[in-house]
């Protein structure tokens, strides 16, 4: 099936924009089409264009102040303005605020389809990967959330250059998955994509599996060893849990991405390296390096480009997604025939807290999948897995913020979803309640549908 880059039209004249519709559809183009810019911020969220077309002027919300939003809220995402000649000087000064480009009318369409396809070149709209599948880099990534698509678009983007990429995210949140579809998206898809855990191998041997050792080297060194370094020469190395390297050998790692060669223990000789790297961490690193336990040169070489992966939490609407699709995986492993969760069932996973995030969902998939007798998983299975202990003692910030969101919808189920009885009871104003709110997704009309 051909994948088709989505652009979303914004104009409040009728004729215009349904002529623009059919020119771009006809070019091969996925379009949505909005008549104002309040009408193309609610459309972003359900269609998650690559790339937005706007008129300028318009009643309401015009195609500057859209542009505004869109470049708060998601600043990898291009936008083009539509403009007449007499507004010229308005997009201009758009342009050094981030607006990808304007077109006068009456505009040329191939003058237009040229600033299309550049933007989204630029932008990390969809493209032929190496292998020829222009989704296949990003397929272990299962989303339709507006937040992970920011992030995969900004990867794709990124992927195209050589610069050292950082990816922060929590435990569970899929940063190697992110490393190897920046990889597979790169130049250097054809060559090697190895993952190290940093945190994982003693420090003893860190430094001998990264660099390699010589025969002899140390106690045990019985023949020389190709570190990791070496095995991805000319492809990419993704370093896990960069945050748990010990000083010492930061200096060292520190040295090579300078120089571009390593040096193996027990050798005089150095031998160069091409190699990407891709890092990341769940630990707070600003604050590590205040406390002097990590490098700020080593954080400033590795973090060029940074990426910020979101909690599950913050992406709710993937959780049936990804239930789905791990269900579909562990039917296939155990020789199951599930159709699905029980609505409640799904309900309980849906507002589950995740502290593990993604990892976590699939282990409590799994769970339920091997125990489950019936077609459809109950809601007692789910709560069960639920309860018992992941084995892992969730960070502090993980920790109240799922408490913080445990308390509200008890407030919302105990008041039926009357925000201002919560409110009170929560002994706070309205509008920093609806603030909290917004932070944790919590709609209090559906609390009152449920009663």
């Not at 911020?41 to 790339?51: E, V, Y």
């Not at 430094?207 to 000319?234: C, M, P, V, Y």
């Not at 699905?340 to 969902?361: C, F, S, T």
Request: charged share 25%; net charge neutral.
């Amino acid at each position: 099936m051909t994948i088709r880059n989505k652009i979303l039209l914004v104009d409040d004249d009728p004729g215009l924009l349904r002529l623009l519709a059919i020119r771009l559809r006809t070019a091969g183009y996925d379009v949505a089409e909005a008549s104002s810019g309040e009408k193309a911020l609610a459309c972003i969220a359900t269609f998650h264009p690559q790339l937005i077309i706007t008129d300028l002027r318009m009643e309401g919300m015009d195609g500057l102040a859209l542009f505004e939003a869109v470049h708060s809220a998601h600043p990898a995402l291009p936008v083009i303005i539509l403009t007449a000649h007499g507004t010229i000087p308005d997009a201009v000064d758009a342009t050094k605020s981030g607006l990808f480009g304007y077109l006068t009318k009456p505009y040329d369409s191939k003058t237009l389809m040229e600033h299309i396809e550049r933007a989204l070149r630029l932008s990390g709209g969809m493209q032929m990967a190496p292998d020829g599948d222009s989704e296949g880099w990003r397929a272990a990534i299962i989303t339709r959330s507006p937040l992970m698509e920011e992030v995969l678009a900004r990867a794709h983007m990124v992927a195209q250059g050589d610069a050292s990429v950082f990816i922060r995210g929590d435990s569970g949140t899929g940063k190697e998955l992110l490393a190897a579809a920046i990889h597979k998206t790169s130049l250097r898809a054809t060559q090697p994509f190895i993952a190290v855990n940093c945190g994982a191998i003693p420090e003893a041997l860190l430094e001998s599996e990264l660099f390699g050792h010589r025969k002899g080297a140390f106690t045990g060194a019985s023949q020389n060893h190709i570190g990791l370094f070496q095995s991805a020469d000319g492809g990419t190395l993704f370093l896990d849990e960069i945050g748990d390297m010990p000083l010492a050998l930061q200096v060292k790692l520190l040295r090579v991405l300078q120089e571009k060669k390593v040096r193996p223990v027990g050798s005089t000789n150095s031998l160069p390296v091409d190699v990407r790297i891709i890092s990341a961490t769940h630990r707070d690193l600003d604050k590590a390096m205040a406390d002097k336990h990590f490098r700020e040169d080593l954080y400033y070489r590795l973090n060029v480009v940074s990426l910020e992966l979101p909690s599950l939490v913050q992406r709710r609407e993937d959780i049936p997604l990804l239930a789905g699709h791990f269900l579909d995986e562990l039917n296939a492993r155990y020789d199951k025939q599930i159709k699905g969760l029980a609505p409640p069932a799904l309900e309980l996973l849906i507002h589950a807290p995740w502290p593990g995030n993604v990892r976590q969902l699939y282990n409590v998939m799994e769970q339920v999948v091997t125990l489950s007798t019936t077609s459809l998983i109950p809601e007692s299975l789910v709560q069960r897995a639920l309860r018992e202990k992941t084995g892992e003692i969730p960070s502090f910030a993980d920790a109240r913020r799922g408490f913080e969101r445990d308390y509200l919808m008890q407030l919302l189920q105990i008041t039926s979803g009357n925000v201002s009885q919560a409110a009170r009871i929560a002994k706070r104003n309205r509008t920093e309640f609806y603030k909290l709110l917004h932070r944790h997704e919590l709609d209090p009309g559906l609390f009152k549908a449920s009663q």
